[in-house]
């Protein structure tokens, strides 16, 4: 089992759709949990970003993250086409004093007009 | 520069060659990673830098795989013999430390083909 499970997609969606995107982990260690937006043929780059459990919001971005089930979610409010991406969530720990960030597979996200 | 810089963006090779791959981070980041990108695999982790040490080679996937930085900037990534299933995006990522979460930078990547 990887450290970090995320269904690959693709999710497709109407424009103005809510959508939901999760992912899961294993390591109870995990503090800081992030989310990258990945385009074609681009690097990631990161989009939210929220320590230990709770909610954040970012404009049509929310980040929740539920440490006692190991999980954590990213909802996308009114979606537009621009931005159909592939979204990576991240987490990192402490381990050995280094904060490297674990990835998941990414979920590819197609919002069509 | 502005953001971080990898070298070259798309490179297709023989099997059994070698190649090099090049990154230039983020002015003043202490902290480099390098990551693979294959299809449907997500990233997979190789090696970080913080400095020009590198405390743990783990996550190299075998002894063909090495990778240097110098002068705490540019990192190489050299790999020997290629084979296929080396085919992937690599993509380098610099913070400004390994010791605390900081945002991670990436660069757009250097796609190796290996045929």
């Known amino acids: 089992q990887k450290e970090v499970e995320q269904d690959p997609g693709p999710l497709s969606v109407p424009e103005g759709a809510i959508v939901s995107l999760n992912c899961t982990y294993s390591n109870s260690a995990f503090q800081y949990f992030m989310w990258y937006r990945q385009y074609s043929r681009k690097g990631p780059e990161l989009l939210m970003y929220t320590y230990s459990s709770g909610n954040k919001e970012d404009g049509r971005f929310t980040a929740q993250v539920d440490k006692s089930s190991k999980y954590i979610s990213l909802f996308i409010r009114d979606s537009q086409p621009s931005d159909s991406a592939t979204y990576l969530c991240a987490m990192s720990s402490a381990s050995g004093g280094s904060y490297i960030p674990t990835f998941g597979r990414g979920t590819s996200l197609i919002v069509h007009p | 520069g502005a953001g971080v810089s990898q070298s070259p963006s798309n490179k297709v090779t023989e099997k059994g060659k070698d190649v090099e791959l090049r990154c230039d981070p983020i002015?003043?980041?202490?902290?480099l990673y390098w990551y693979r990108q294959s299809l449907g695999q997500g990233l997979e982790f190789l090696i970080y830098f913080q400095g020009n040490s590198a405390p743990d080679k783990s996550g190299l996937p075998s002894d063909r795989f090495s990778a240097e930085r110098t002068g705490g900037s540019v990192s190489t990534l050299t790999i020997q013999r290629t084979q296929q299933e080396d085919s992937a995006v690599y993509l380098c990522?610099?913070?400004?430390?390994?010791?605390?979460?900081?945002?991670?930078?990436f660069g757009q990547g250097t796609r190796l083909t290996v045929v």
């Open positions: 002015s003043g980041h202490t902290a």
């Open positions: 990522a610099s913070s400004l430390s390994v010791q605390i979460n900081t945002e991670a930078f």
